[in-house]
Protein backbone atom coordinates (compact mmCIF):
# COMPACT_ATOMS: atom_id res chain seq x y z
CA UNK A 1 0.00 0.00 0.00
CA UNK A 2 2.81 2.39 1.01
CA UNK A 3 4.27 1.77 -2.72
CA UNK A 4 1.03 2.62 -4.53
CA UNK A 5 0.74 5.87 -2.67
CA UNK A 6 4.20 7.28 -3.17
CA UNK A 7 3.89 5.74 -6.81
CA UNK A 8 0.24 7.87 -6.69
CA UNK A 9 1.89 11.07 -5.32
CA UNK A 10 4.95 11.28 -7.66
CA UNK A 11 2.56 10.74 -10.80
CA UNK A 12 0.80 14.03 -9.09
CA UNK A 13 3.25 16.19 -8.43
CA UNK A 14 4.68 15.59 -11.93
CA UNK A 15 1.08 16.43 -13.37
CA UNK A 16 1.11 18.85 -11.40
CA UNK A 17 4.32 20.48 -12.72
CA UNK A 18 4.37 19.26 -16.35
CA UNK A 19 0.93 21.03 -16.25
CA UNK A 20 2.10 24.91 -15.58
CA UNK A 21 4.79 24.15 -18.24
CA UNK A 22 3.58 23.14 -20.96
CA UNK A 23 0.39 25.73 -20.88
CA UNK A 24 3.86 28.16 -20.31
CA UNK A 25 5.49 26.97 -23.58
CA UNK A 26 2.45 27.12 -25.50
CA UNK A 27 1.32 31.13 -24.37
CA UNK A 28 5.40 31.95 -25.73
CA UNK A 29 4.20 30.55 -29.18
CA UNK A 30 3.95 33.60 -31.41
CA UNK A 31 -0.11 34.37 -31.99
CA UNK A 32 -1.43 35.40 -35.52
CA UNK A 33 -5.03 36.64 -35.42
CA UNK A 34 -6.73 36.19 -39.29
CA UNK A 35 -9.22 38.64 -39.74
CA UNK A 36 -10.66 37.55 -42.93
CA UNK A 37 -14.29 39.14 -44.87
CA UNK A 38 -14.29 39.32 -48.53
CA UNK A 39 -16.86 38.90 -50.88
CA UNK A 40 -15.15 37.17 -53.75
CA UNK A 41 -11.89 35.59 -52.91
CA UNK A 42 -12.48 33.11 -50.40
CA UNK A 43 -9.93 34.19 -47.79
CA UNK A 44 -11.96 32.49 -45.06
CA UNK A 45 -11.08 29.22 -46.66
CA UNK A 46 -7.84 29.96 -47.45
CA UNK A 47 -6.28 31.36 -45.09
CA UNK A 48 -7.52 28.89 -41.82
CA UNK A 49 -5.29 26.43 -44.39
CA UNK A 50 -1.98 28.68 -44.02
CA UNK A 51 -2.90 29.27 -40.17
CA UNK A 52 -3.15 25.21 -39.56
CA UNK A 53 0.24 24.77 -41.50
CA UNK A 54 1.44 27.56 -38.78
CA UNK A 55 0.49 25.79 -36.16
CA UNK A 56 1.50 22.55 -37.41
CA UNK A 57 5.25 22.97 -38.51
CA UNK A 58 6.57 26.84 -37.22
CA UNK A 59 5.23 26.66 -34.06
CA UNK A 60 2.75 29.40 -33.94
CA UNK A 61 -0.95 29.79 -31.65
CA UNK A 62 -3.63 31.16 -34.58
CA UNK A 63 -6.80 32.48 -34.42
CA UNK A 64 -9.40 32.84 -37.53
CA UNK A 65 -12.00 35.03 -37.63
CA UNK A 66 -14.67 35.37 -40.53
CA UNK A 67 -17.34 37.79 -41.27
CA UNK A 68 -20.79 36.45 -39.98
CA UNK A 69 -23.16 35.23 -40.94
CA UNK A 70 -21.15 34.13 -43.88
CA UNK A 71 -18.76 36.21 -46.05
CA UNK A 72 -21.39 38.96 -47.56
CA UNK A 73 -22.24 39.86 -44.03
CA UNK A 74 -20.05 43.82 -43.89
CA UNK A 75 -21.00 44.66 -40.77
CA UNK A 76 -19.93 41.49 -38.03
CA UNK A 77 -16.53 40.23 -37.77
CA UNK A 78 -16.91 38.23 -34.29
CA UNK A 79 -14.22 37.81 -31.83
CA UNK A 80 -11.66 41.07 -32.64
CA UNK A 81 -10.85 41.17 -29.40
CA UNK A 82 -8.10 38.27 -30.11
CA UNK A 83 -6.18 40.96 -31.41
CA UNK A 84 -5.79 42.80 -28.05
CA UNK A 85 -3.44 39.60 -27.45
CA UNK A 86 -1.99 39.51 -31.12
CA UNK A 87 1.81 39.65 -32.49
CA UNK A 88 0.67 39.22 -35.86
CA UNK A 89 -2.85 41.05 -37.81
CA UNK A 90 -3.38 39.44 -41.09
CA UNK A 91 -6.20 41.01 -42.73
CA UNK A 92 -8.12 39.85 -45.90
CA UNK A 93 -11.02 42.06 -46.24
CA UNK A 94 -13.44 43.91 -49.01
CA UNK A 95 -15.76 46.93 -48.69
CA UNK A 96 -16.76 46.02 -44.79
CA UNK A 97 -19.14 48.25 -42.57
CA UNK A 98 -17.87 47.01 -39.01
CA UNK A 99 -19.64 48.97 -36.10
CA UNK A 100 -17.37 51.42 -34.13
CA UNK A 101 -16.58 48.59 -31.09
CA UNK A 102 -15.45 46.16 -33.51
CA UNK A 103 -13.29 48.83 -35.30
CA UNK A 104 -11.63 50.13 -32.00
CA UNK A 105 -10.05 46.55 -31.50
CA UNK A 106 -8.57 47.31 -34.74
CA UNK A 107 -7.42 50.66 -34.06
CA UNK A 108 -6.13 49.78 -30.53
CA UNK A 109 -4.14 46.81 -32.35
CA UNK A 110 -2.63 49.82 -34.91
CA UNK A 111 -1.66 52.33 -32.21
CA UNK A 112 0.59 49.94 -30.09
CA UNK A 113 2.61 49.63 -33.60
CA UNK A 114 2.67 45.93 -34.02
CA UNK A 115 2.83 44.37 -37.31
CA UNK A 116 0.39 44.39 -40.02
CA UNK A 117 -0.19 41.91 -43.64
CA UNK A 118 -2.83 42.52 -46.17
CA UNK A 119 -3.78 40.64 -48.76
CA UNK A 120 -5.07 42.25 -52.02
CA UNK A 121 -8.66 43.25 -51.42
CA UNK A 122 -7.68 44.60 -47.96
CA UNK A 123 -6.46 47.96 -50.26
CA UNK A 124 -10.17 48.59 -49.54
CA UNK A 125 -11.38 46.73 -46.63
CA UNK A 126 -13.69 49.21 -45.98
CA UNK A 127 -16.29 51.25 -47.62
CA UNK A 128 -18.64 53.78 -45.26
CA UNK A 129 -20.97 55.91 -46.98
CA UNK A 130 -19.61 59.48 -48.12
CA UNK A 131 -20.35 61.66 -44.48
CA UNK A 132 -19.86 58.55 -41.86
CA UNK A 133 -18.76 58.92 -38.87
CA UNK A 134 -16.11 55.89 -39.76
CA UNK A 135 -15.28 57.34 -43.40
CA UNK A 136 -11.74 57.52 -42.19
CA UNK A 137 -11.66 54.03 -42.03
CA UNK A 138 -12.00 53.66 -46.43
CA UNK A 139 -8.18 54.97 -46.57
CA UNK A 140 -7.29 52.06 -44.06
CA UNK A 141 -5.20 50.65 -47.18
CA UNK A 142 -2.96 53.71 -46.93
CA UNK A 143 -2.30 54.16 -43.31
CA UNK A 144 -2.26 50.71 -42.43
CA UNK A 145 -0.64 49.07 -45.46
CA UNK A 146 1.20 51.75 -47.57
CA UNK A 147 -1.39 51.10 -50.00
CA UNK A 148 -3.76 53.08 -52.08
CA UNK A 149 -6.20 54.91 -49.82
CA UNK A 150 -9.50 52.68 -51.55
CA UNK A 151 -10.50 52.01 -54.79
CA UNK A 152 -10.73 54.12 -58.23
CA UNK A 153 -10.49 58.00 -56.24
CA UNK A 154 -7.46 60.40 -56.29
CA UNK A 155 -5.15 57.17 -56.34
CA UNK A 156 -7.00 55.85 -59.66
CA UNK A 157 -6.46 52.48 -58.04
CA UNK A 158 -7.69 49.76 -60.60
CA UNK A 159 -7.24 46.53 -62.26
CA UNK A 160 -7.10 45.04 -65.72
CA UNK A 161 -9.72 43.09 -65.76
CA UNK A 162 -11.11 39.73 -64.57
CA UNK A 163 -9.58 38.28 -67.71
CA UNK A 164 -6.27 39.37 -67.30
CA UNK A 165 -3.43 37.34 -65.23
CA UNK A 166 -0.45 38.76 -64.11
CA UNK A 167 3.81 37.52 -64.81
CA UNK A 168 5.53 37.97 -61.22
CA UNK A 169 9.16 38.58 -60.88
CA UNK A 170 11.78 39.70 -58.66
CA UNK A 171 12.78 43.36 -57.97
CA UNK A 172 16.43 42.68 -58.70
CA UNK A 173 17.83 44.58 -56.16
CA UNK A 174 16.02 42.23 -53.25
CA UNK A 175 16.55 39.05 -54.28
CA UNK A 176 18.89 38.07 -51.47
CA UNK A 177 15.74 39.66 -49.45
CA UNK A 178 14.88 36.92 -46.69
CA UNK A 179 11.01 36.94 -47.21
CA UNK A 180 12.23 35.63 -51.22
CA UNK A 181 13.77 32.99 -49.70
CA UNK A 182 13.06 30.25 -51.94
CA UNK A 183 10.74 31.91 -53.78
CA UNK A 184 11.12 30.84 -57.28
CA UNK A 185 10.11 33.27 -60.33
CA UNK A 186 9.09 34.49 -62.56
CA UNK A 187 6.25 32.82 -61.75
CA UNK A 188 2.01 33.01 -62.83
CA UNK A 189 -0.45 34.15 -61.19
CA UNK A 190 -4.34 33.83 -61.98
CA UNK A 191 -4.90 37.63 -60.28
CA UNK A 192 -5.44 40.00 -62.28
CA UNK A 193 -2.88 42.82 -61.67
CA UNK A 194 -3.78 45.93 -59.26
CA UNK A 195 -3.07 48.94 -60.42
CA UNK A 196 -1.30 51.09 -57.27
CA UNK A 197 1.61 53.20 -59.67
CA UNK A 198 2.76 56.24 -59.17
CA UNK A 199 2.22 57.34 -55.56
CA UNK A 200 1.68 53.83 -54.16
CA UNK A 201 2.87 51.91 -52.46
CA UNK A 202 4.22 55.01 -50.03
CA UNK A 203 7.46 56.29 -50.36
CA UNK A 204 10.03 54.57 -48.25
CA UNK A 205 8.40 51.57 -48.90
CA UNK A 206 10.69 48.39 -50.22
CA UNK A 207 9.32 46.50 -53.24
CA UNK A 208 9.77 43.17 -53.58
CA UNK A 209 7.61 41.57 -56.53
CA UNK A 210 6.52 43.35 -59.53
CA UNK A 211 3.17 42.27 -61.95
CA UNK A 212 2.60 42.53 -65.36
CA UNK A 213 -0.54 41.99 -66.88
CA UNK A 214 -1.36 39.00 -68.75
CA UNK A 215 -4.02 39.63 -71.69
CA UNK A 216 -5.10 43.08 -69.97
CA UNK A 217 -8.37 45.20 -70.69
CA UNK A 218 -6.66 48.30 -71.13
CA UNK A 219 -3.17 50.18 -71.43
CA UNK A 220 -1.47 48.55 -68.91
CA UNK A 221 1.87 49.17 -66.97
CA UNK A 222 3.78 47.03 -64.53
CA UNK A 223 3.12 47.21 -60.59
CA UNK A 224 4.89 46.19 -57.61
CA UNK A 225 2.44 43.06 -56.37
CA UNK A 226 4.69 42.81 -52.72
CA UNK A 227 6.12 45.40 -50.30
CA UNK A 228 7.32 45.79 -47.36
CA UNK A 229 7.07 49.46 -44.96
CA UNK A 230 6.92 50.88 -42.14
CA UNK A 231 2.97 52.04 -41.53
CA UNK A 232 2.00 55.23 -39.98
CA UNK A 233 1.85 53.99 -36.88
CA UNK A 234 5.64 52.69 -37.02
CA UNK A 235 3.69 49.06 -37.33
CA UNK A 236 5.97 46.99 -39.56
CA UNK A 237 3.95 45.88 -42.55
CA UNK A 238 3.71 43.29 -45.69
CA UNK A 239 1.22 43.89 -48.06
CA UNK A 240 0.52 41.88 -51.50
CA UNK A 241 -2.18 42.62 -54.02
CA UNK A 242 -1.57 38.58 -55.15
CA UNK A 243 -4.63 36.44 -53.45
CA UNK A 244 -6.82 34.97 -55.87
CA UNK A 245 -7.57 31.29 -54.51
CA UNK A 246 -5.28 29.86 -57.55
CA UNK A 247 -2.42 31.81 -56.65
CA UNK A 248 -2.77 29.80 -52.70
CA UNK A 249 -2.23 26.41 -54.77
CA UNK A 250 1.55 27.30 -56.52
CA UNK A 251 4.29 27.02 -53.92
CA UNK A 252 6.07 30.22 -54.41
CA UNK A 253 3.05 32.22 -53.44
CA UNK A 254 2.92 30.08 -50.26
CA UNK A 255 6.46 30.14 -49.38
CA UNK A 256 6.18 34.09 -49.79
CA UNK A 257 3.21 34.00 -47.00
CA UNK A 258 5.08 31.79 -44.78
CA UNK A 259 8.64 33.83 -45.25
CA UNK A 260 6.42 37.17 -44.96
CA UNK A 261 4.51 36.06 -41.38
CA UNK A 262 8.01 34.88 -39.99
CA UNK A 263 9.85 37.83 -41.29
CA UNK A 264 6.98 40.13 -39.61
CA UNK A 265 7.06 38.36 -36.34
CA UNK A 266 10.98 39.23 -36.07
CA UNK A 267 11.58 35.50 -36.68
CA UNK A 268 13.92 33.58 -38.89
CA UNK A 269 12.75 32.76 -42.10
CA UNK A 270 12.88 29.07 -42.30
CA UNK A 271 15.44 27.98 -44.77
CA UNK A 272 13.81 24.28 -45.18
CA UNK A 273 10.39 24.34 -46.62
CA UNK A 274 8.08 22.54 -45.02
CA UNK A 275 6.24 21.13 -47.93
CA UNK A 276 3.84 22.51 -50.23
CA UNK A 277 0.07 22.99 -48.74
CA UNK A 278 -2.96 21.21 -50.98
CA UNK A 279 -5.12 24.40 -51.02
CA UNK A 280 -7.95 23.53 -53.42
CA UNK A 281 -10.42 26.66 -53.21
CA UNK A 282 -12.93 27.52 -55.56
CA UNK A 283 -12.88 31.71 -56.63
CA UNK A 284 -16.61 33.29 -56.73
CA UNK A 285 -17.68 36.10 -58.26
CA UNK A 286 -17.82 39.27 -56.01
CA UNK A 287 -21.36 40.33 -55.42
Known sequence: MKLRHLISCFLLVFIVTLVPQNAD??????????VTGDHEYSGEETLPIVAAELEKNYGMRTIVLKASPDHNSEKNIPGLEALKDAD?????????????????????YLKKGKPVMGFRTTTH???????????KWNAFGEFALNAPPGWGGAAKHTHYGHNSSTDVTIIPEQAKNPILTGVTAPFHARSWLYRVLPDYPVKGSTWLLMGK???????AIENPVAWTGTNSFGGKVFMTTLGHPEDFRLEPFQ???????HDELGLKVPKRWKG???IQVPYREAK
Open 25 to 34: AQSKKPLVVF
Open 88 to 108: LAVFYLRWRQLPKDQLAYIEE
Open 125 to 135: AFNFPKGDESE
Open 213 to 219: SVNPDKE
Open 255 to 261: RLVINAI
Open 276 to 278: KMD
